[in-house]
């Protein structure tokens, strides 16, 4: 998937890190569209980093 760096870094930043911001569980899954160099960009780090979305119920309950 070919997805522009700075759309994933508004994802980052609107959707992870602004959980963040709200007390929540900041979780970027590893996706088609995941860069590491977008999450290296960010303003700050996701707490949870799974390999796949079905992963996240088990990450969350521990």
Same mark, same amino acid.
Not at 3 to 8: D, F, N, P, T
Not at 22 to 47: I, N
């Given at each position: 998937? $070919?997805? !522009?760096?700075?759309?994933?870094?508004? @994802?980052?930043? $609107? @959707?992870?890190? !602004?959980?963040?911001?709200?007390?929540?569980?900041? #979780?970027?899954?590893?996706?088609?569209?995941?860069?590491?160099? !977008? #999450?290296?960009?960010?303003?700050?780090?996701?707490?949870? #980093?799974? @390999?796949?979305?079905?992963?996240?119920?088990?990450?969350? @309950?521990?």
């Amino acid at each position: 998937m $070919n997805v !522009a760096i700075e759309r994933l870094l508004i @994802d980052i930043e $609107n @959707d992870v890190l !602004a959980a963040q911001r709200c007390g929540l569980t900041g #979780v970027l899954v590893h996706t088609g569209k995941y860069l590491p160099e !977008a #999450v290296a960009s960010a303003s700050g780090t996701p707490d949870v #980093v799974p @390999d796949s979305f079905a992963d996240v119920p088990v990450l969350l @309950d521990a």
